[in-house]
């Protein structure tokens, strides 16, 4: 099996990995002014797309605008969230150099997609492929690839409950219940820790958070739970800056959970509609739908958004590093008052405003230079595993070749792994790797 390298090694975004020069995996781009793409556009014979963010999925339209028409495979939710994240790149790049691809390759995507579900192997440009749940957002998939001679896992982004191995009967390949101790949690609300192993020669490994332990979930969610409660006590109001997918609605299950009064704005409100819709990708369909009957969907008209500012609830908005969306009409208007807050719920990129708000008590917003008077906090709810979590789950390839790549340490990380009895790798950009 032959592997090139076209983006995600030894950085986090744009990740595309071309397997036997016919099957590839992931096709994103890297959110940077100007946005970066992956080094090559290969002409594969079918391409396999991991999860619906924008660093695995954001590029896959230019992949049609020649003449060649791959199929795309994907489960249901990563196809949706693939056409939401392709139209807003339209709308807020289209026409310009920092989009490449058109309305009408989009709409190709819609013609040459193929959907599957967990564990249902499908063929794709020879190869036999089969998707596992990975735990990261709803869809999100740990890719298996066998060629006949090597069996492949790309793990994709993912993420295990705290709780190691509390959760093996928790997923929706087998419908039983999560692992949910009254309101509390052992990983995210929205959906189980992966659980899946499959038996693999190399495993390609995503490694973000190699050198980060994260704060027990439940812990997390308990402080952040309290400090919305005592704002709001208080009379102050609350902005929830959250990425769209995914992290919105996390957070409307723990407002749901502990019965916080929310409203829900910008992209997030179309990502949650579109979600419901497949239930079976959720980690409790009952809760979920709870969760969006307790929330409210601002719609933004007549200065609602405004008038929102004054009600005692959370506001959970887009975007959430505060570089567009609703946030932007959200903050100016809360920002001058001691008793409001701030509180991040996402890693913020170097940078961006909401790095800038956390580092300085300013932000950029709408191209003016903001002071803050409102207390601003940050809260770990990532979804991605951490060291620990990514040990754990490698535990179950030592014998085979491990890849490490998405990342900003990987060659530090794959000698920390040889050290550990690991035949452990970092490709670099542009690398062939043949295993």
Same mark, same amino acid.
């Given at each position: 099996?032959?592997?090139?390298?076209?983006?995600?090694?030894?950085?986090?975004?744009?990740?595309?990995?071309?397997?036997?020069?016919?099957?590839?995996?992931?096709?994103?781009?890297?959110?940077?002014?100007?946005?970066?793409?992956?080094?090559?556009?290969?002409?594969?014979?079918?391409?396999?797309?991991?999860?619906?963010?924008?660093?695995?999925?954001?590029?896959?339209?230019?992949?049609?605008?020649?003449?060649?028409?791959?199929?795309?495979?994907?489960?249901?939710?990563?196809?949706?969230?693939?056409?939401?994240?392709?139209?807003?790149?339209?709308?807020?790049?289209?026409?310009?150099?920092?989009?490449? !691809?058109?309305?009408?390759?989009?709409?190709?995507?819609?013609?040459?997609?193929?959907?599957?579900?967990?564990?249902?192997?499908?063929?794709?440009?020879?190869?036999?492929?089969?998707?596992?749940?990975?735990?990261?957002?709803?869809?999100?998939?740990?890719?298996?690839?066998?060629?006949?001679?090597?069996?492949?896992?790309?793990?994709?982004?993912?993420?295990?409950?705290?709780?190691?191995?509390?959760?093996?009967?928790?997923?929706?390949?087998?419908?039983?219940?999560?692992?949910?101790?009254?309101?509390?949690?052992?990983?995210?609300?929205?959906?189980?820790?992966?659980?899946?192993?499959?038996?693999?020669?190399?495993?390609?490994?995503?490694?973000?958070?190699?050198?980060?332990?994260?704060?027990?979930?439940?812990?997390?969610?308990?402080? !952040?739970?309290?400090?919305?409660?005592?704002?709001?006590?208080?009379?102050?109001?609350?902005?929830?800056?959250?990425?769209?997918?995914?992290?919105?609605?996390?957070?409307?299950?723990?407002?749901?959970?502990?019965?916080?009064?929310?409203?829900?704005?910008?992209?997030?409100?179309?990502?949650?509609?579109?979600?419901?819709?497949?239930?079976?990708?959720?980690?409790?369909?009952?809760?979920?739908?709870?969760?969006?009957?307790?929330?409210? !969907?601002?719609?933004?008209?007549?200065?609602?958004?405004?008038?929102?500012?004054?009600?005692?609830?959370?506001?959970?908005?887009?975007?959430?590093?505060?570089?567009?969306?609703?946030?932007?009409?959200?903050?100016?208007?809360?920002?001058?008052?001691?008793?409001?807050?701030?509180?991040?719920?996402?890693?913020?990129?170097?940078?961006?405003?909401?790095?800038?708000?956390?580092?300085?008590?300013?932000?950029?917003?709408?191209?003016?230079?903001?002071?803050?008077?409102?207390?601003?906090?940050?809260?770990?709810?990532?979804?991605?595993?951490?060291?620990?979590?990514?040990?754990?789950?490698?535990?179950?390839?030592?014998?085979?070749?491990?890849?490490?790549?998405?990342?900003?340490?990987?060659?530090?990380?794959?000698?920390?792994?040889?050290?550990?009895?690991?035949?452990?790798?970092?490709?670099?950009?542009?690398?062939?790797?043949?295993?």
């Amino acid at each position: 099996m032959k592997l090139r390298f076209l983006g995600g090694a030894r950085e986090v975004g744009r990740s595309a990995i071309l397997v036997n020069d016919a099957l590839l995996l992931d096709f994103g781009m890297l959110t940077a002014n100007p946005p970066q793409f992956p080094v090559e556009t290969p002409d594969p014979e079918a391409v396999v797309v991991s999860h619906g963010h924008l660093d695995h999925v954001g590029a896959v339209p230019s992949l049609l605008s020649g003449d060649a028409r791959p199929p795309i495979h994907w489960t249901p939710p990563t196809y949706e969230l693939a056409l939401t994240l392709a139209r807003d790149t339209l709308n807020l790049h289209g026409g310009t150099m920092q989009c490449p !691809f058109t309305e009408t390759d989009v709409q190709r995507v819609t013609q040459v997609s193929e959907t599957h579900g967990y564990r249902e192997p499908f063929e794709a440009a020879g190869h036999e492929v089969t998707f596992y749940n990975a735990g990261h957002i709803p869809g999100s998939a740990h890719v298996l690839v066998d060629d006949g001679d090597t069996r492949l896992l790309y793990t994709g982004d993912f993420h295990v409950d705290d709780r190691r191995g509390s959760d093996t009967t928790s997923s929706p390949e087998n419908g039983r219940a999560p692992a949910v101790d009254g309101q509390r949690v052992h990983g995210q609300r929205l959906v189980p820790g992966t659980t899946a192993r499959p038996e693999a020669d190399v495993l390609l490994c995503e490694s973000t958070y190699s050198d980060v332990e994260h704060e027990d979930r439940s812990a997390v969610e308990d402080r !952040f739970v309290e400090s919305v409660e005592t704002t709001l006590w208080e009379g102050g109001s609350i902005v929830v800056p959250a990425f769209a997918i995914g992290r919105t609605q996390e957070l409307m299950l723990v407002c749901a959970a502990h019965d916080i009064p929310c409203y829900v704005d910008g992209m997030g409100k179309q990502v949650t509609e579109m979600l419901r819709q497949y239930p079976g990708f959720v980690r409790d369909a009952d809760a979920f739908r709870r969760a969006i009957s307790h929330a409210r !969907f601002v719609t933004g008209r007549d200065g609602q958004r405004k008038r929102i500012t004054d009600q005692k609830a959370a506001i959970i908005t887009t975007s959430g590093m505060l570089s567009g969306g609703p946030a932007m009409t959200y903050i100016p208007e809360i920002r001058a008052n001691p008793m409001n807050k701030i509180t991040m719920t996402g890693y913020q990129v170097e940078g961006t405003p909401g790095r800038d708000l956390l580092e300085t008590g300013s932000a950029e917003i709408d191209g003016r230079i903001m002071p803050v008077s409102a207390q601003v906090e940050q809260y770990d709810f990532s979804a991605h595993a951490d060291r620990q979590g990514i040990l754990a789950f490698l535990e179950s390839y030592r014998e085979s070749d491990v890849l490490v790549n998405h990342g900003d340490r990987c060659e530090a990380f794959a000698e920390e792994l040889r050290a550990d009895g690991f035949d452990a790798a970092a490709p670099e950009l542009g690398d062939v790797v043949s295993i």
